[in-house]
Each structure stands twice: as C-alpha cells, then as structure tokens.
C-alpha cells in the first residue's frame, strides 16, 4: 500500500486523464492503443517523479511532512530510489509503444527534467517554477503527438504551461515560512511575495493575449471566446487583484486551489468549445 502511496495515485490519474485530453479533443482520428500506451507511460514516468521528490525531500519532510511515508519509514530511502528509477524506466519502455519517436524524446525529456527538478532545481528561483509548468503542459503534447493531433494538443499545453506557472508562483508565496527554514531560494524568497505575485501578471497577460489571438485567427468560435472570457480571463484578473490586496497565507492558500480549479474550468471549455 506505501509503494501505491507515494506513488499520489489521484495526481498519476489526473496525469494520465491530461494526456487523453491532449490525443482526443477536437481530434479527427482515435488511435486508441498508442494513446492508453502513450497516458499509461506519462502516469508511471509522472510517479517516478513523486518518489524521487520525496526522496531529495526526505531531511524537509523528516520536519514538516513526518507522516509521508520516507519519514515514517514505510519504504527504505535506497529502495524509494530504486522504485524511481524502475518507473522512469518503465515509462520509457512503454512510450515505444505509441510508434512516435517523439514520444520516446519526450518521455527521455521528461525523466530528466523531473529527476533534476527534484534533485537540484526545486528550490532555484524561477527555473523550477518553469521546469514544472513545462512537465504539466507536456503531458497534453504527449497525448497528441500519439493520436496526431498535436496541433489541437499545443493549443492546450500552452494555457497549460502558463496557468501551472502562476499557480507555482502563488504557492512559493504561500510556502516561504517553510522554505525559509530549510534555505531554499525560490523567487519569493528572493524578491518577496509582493514582487512575485506582480511577476505572475506576465503569464496572465500571455493568457489574455493568446486567447484574443486564438478568436481572431478562427481557431476560437465567437462563444467559445465569451466562455474564455467569463470563466477564465476575468476569475484570473480577480485572482491577481485578490492577490496584491491580501498576500497572508490564508488567502494565498485559497487563490491557489481555485487556481486549480479554474483550471478545470478552462480544460472543459477547450474540450466542448469549436
């Protein structure tokens, strides 16, 4: 049950429903056994990268997080990196078997950047926000590039990418008490909270200006651009203001898991939307 644990298997399903969205929204074709081979090697390769965080993270969360299970001994820390390794390799493995050699380059791409997230860039200002916004917007990539529909998949990736990168900067606010405690230089820390979260407005204005682009290129129907408008474009210029008002943990916590489920929001109108 541990080795299933730490593995966060709701996070591994989500991983693998990202790379299902990628191949089939607004496809022409389902190649059905390259993408399930496709999402079933992004889930392992996306666990592997769980086990090794907790592993490099084992003196902070031997403090913070004694009850996962490195700290509490469920798992010996040489086996957690063993089990690692064998998922990343096996992610690899099973990525032959979508006959993409992009997606061979890609799961290759993806062991490395999480494995080295984890070990040295994690807590870097910027670049471990950036390396963790591109393994989320890859997944979708991933699933495209495995059903031939990696122009569709691209649209999505990018909101992707830059939602996930203000969410990652939201919670370096939202976690600089602890990071402090352990050194870490994350962009909060370097700059402060209130820098960070204007720094966040960047890729917020890349969403607003991608989505006009999208409108005005044909790519978005005039009410799929009225949904992107009402449900993603204004919450997030809430989330912003909200934000620069208030930037005590609470609030900060709370920005974050609408954040999240905006996301969500954002994810189902590219699904249904033409």
């Known amino acids: 049950m541990s080795y299933l644990r730490i593995l966060r298997p709701l996070n591994c399903l989500f991983v693998f429903v990202t790379v299902l ?13 390259p993408v399930i081979f496709s999402a079933i090697s992004a889930m392992l390769i996306a666990g592997a990268g769980y086990v090794i965080n907790d592993y490099f993270d084992y003196p902070i969360d031997k403090i913070n997080k004694p009850f996962r299970v490195l700290p509490s001994k469920k798992i010996s820390l040489k086996r957690a990196y063993f089990y690692a390794v064998a998922l990343f390799v096996l992610g690899i493995v099973f990525s032959f ?13 993806n062991t490395f950047v999480l494995f080295t997230y984890a070990k040295k860039y994690k807590f870097t200002p910027l670049i ?22 990696l122009k569709n998949s691209l649209i999505i990736a990018f909101f992707a990418f830059l939602y996930t990168l203000i969410r990652e900067l939201v919670k370096d606010c ?60 204004v919450p997030l210029i809430y989330f912003i203001v909200t934000l620069l008002k ?10 974050s898991k609408l954040i999240k489920i905006d996301m969500l929001i954002l994810l189902i109108i590219l699904w249904f939307g033409k």
């Open 174 to 233: 939202e976690d600089i008490d602890g990071d402090n405690k352990f050194n870490a230089r994350t962009l909060a820390i370097e700059v402060g909270k209130k820098k960070t979260i204007l720094i966040s407005i960047i890729p917020g204005l890349f969403i607003f200006a991608f989505n006009y682009y999208l409108f005005l290129s044909g790519n978005f129907s005039k009410i799929t651009f009225i949904f992107m408008n009402l449900l993603v474009i």
């Open 97 to 109: 078997f979508t006959y993409r050699i992009e997606c061979v380059i890609i799961a290759i791409i």
């Open 128 to 149: 471990g926000n950036l390396l963790v916004s591109y393994a989320a917007a890859s997944t979708f990539v991933y699933g495209g590039l495995s059903n031939h529909n």
């Open 21 to 33: 969205c990628g191949a089939f929204i607004q496809a022409y074709t389902y190649k059905v056994f």
């Open 246 to 255: 208030n930037i005590k943990k609470k609030n900060l916590s709370r920005i």
